[in-house]
């Protein structure tokens, strides 16, 4: 298991409860518009819980961001099975190659603040424990 992995895992089973838990919130279910949604959540605030998109453009970001802070290669790890664990709507990039390719042509990533990459950020380290005032030693 790689670290990312291990980073997940404990927090997941630390938090009962985490802030992309689904459950009382209206799911907007677009699956014809799956690209136009996820680069769409890269460039603009979206207050909708649009999916499957949403879980392409969060797994593109985890991808980035777990490629720069553990030296993983990008492909790898957005095609590892457990890059989101619990997000049903998720799928590996060997699974959807063609959308992921599209909205990765598409989307603005240079790892700003634009869209909705600053929550999910927040989320992501977080969850990897990068909380300077919360990381254990």
């Known amino acids: 298991m790689k670290e990312w992995q291990i980073r997940q895992e404990v ?13 009382g919130v209206e799911i907007n279910w677009r699956p014809d518009t799956i690209v136009d949604d996820a680069v769409r959540h890269f460039n603009e605030k979206v207050n909708e819980w649009i999916y499957p ?16 802070d553990f030296d993983e290669n990008f492909l790898d790890v957005l095609d590892n099975p457990n890059l989101l664990p619990g997000d ?28 909705m990459v600053a929550d999910v950020r927040k989320y992501y380290d977080e969850e990897m424990n990068y909380d300077r005032e919360k990381m254990v030693y």
Not at 11 to 23: F, W
Not at 92 to 115: C, P, V
């Open 11 to 23: 927090y997941r089973r630390l938090n009962s409860k985490t802030r992309d838990d689904l459950n």
């Open 53 to 68: 998109g949403k879980s392409y453009f969060v797994a593109i970001c985890y991808a980035n961001w777990i490629t720069e």
């Open 88 to 115: 049903p709507c998720f799928k590996r990039y060997s699974e959807d190659m063609e959308t992921y390719d599209e909205i990765l042509h598409f989307a603005n990533w240079n790892n700003n603040n634009q869209g």
